[in-house]
């Protein structure tokens, strides 16, 4: 069973615009939350991170929301670049618990053009 | 040179073959997984280690093994390939609880 799901695998915006990222998770235990960014033939990098005593951490141009009620997490980067196409991916564990079972989305491929 | 390195890069072998893909890391981390990566899936963990001594099943860990020989060292076997076991597989390494995970560039494995 996924336990957090990303359900739009791409999105296509134009440079200078806000890319939202979204993601989901159904897992209420999951109290931490990460977003990771993967070029082709790299591993993927860690972006951000949000714990869930917080709803909002901000760094430079991207900004995770958190929503514990629905769930659910947005990850924006305003103004988006060129140099932000890639995949990104969201994972989800439970600080509380000590196994580091992160687990993560599917990814969505955000394409940024000129 | 990267901090968490992979060996191989790519591999094409048969159904039935042993395989052991190697992760070696710098970064002075004690915990260190192995995760694969699916079309559609997402990265899926294997298993985990937080010490040399310490081996922990994940997610999907049935036909695979692993061996903690050093800090710095965690490799991953399919003791018979099969080819559902094609993916793109990535070594993570993590300092300790709640901190990301860094990984390297991953092994593309494909078997025929």
């Known amino acids: 069973d996924q336990q957090v799901k990303q359900n739009s695998p791409s999105l296509s915006v134009q440079e200078g615009r806000i890319s939202i990222l979204n993601c989901d998770y159904t897992?209420?235990?999951?109290?931490?939350f990460l977003w990771y960014k993967k070029y082709p033939a790299e591993g993927p990098t860690f972006l951000i991170s949000?714990?869930?005593?917080?709803d909002k951490n901000e760094d430079g141009r991207f900004t995770v929301f958190l929503n514990k009620s629905a769930k659910h997490l947005s990850l924006h980067i305003v103004p988006s670049q060129p140099g932000d196409s890639a995949v990104y991916f969201c994972a989800a564990s439970q600080l509380t618990y000590n196994n580091n079972d992160m687990r993560f989305g599917a990814g969505t491929r955000l394409t940024v053009k000129p | 040179d990267a901090d968490v390195t992979q060996t191989p890069r790519n591999r094409i072998t048969k159904t039935g073959k042993r395989i052991m893909l190697e992760c070696s890391q710098t970064k002075g981390h004690d915990r260190m997984y192995w995760y694969r990566q699916d079309p559609g899936l997402g990265l899926r963990l294997i298993y985990y280690s937080f010490d040399v001594k310490d081996i922990n099943k994940g997610e999907i860990s049935d036909g695979y093994s692993v061996s903690r020989q050093a800090q710095a060292k965690f490799s991953l076997s399919l003791e018979s390939a099969i080819p559902n076991q094609t993916a793109l597989y990535f070594c993570a390494t993590s300092d300790y609880q709640g901190q990301p995970q860094h990984f390297g560039d991953g092994t593309r494995l494909s078997i025929l």
């Open positions: 949000i714990s869930s005593i917080k």
């Open positions: 897992n209420s235990m999951f109290d931490y």
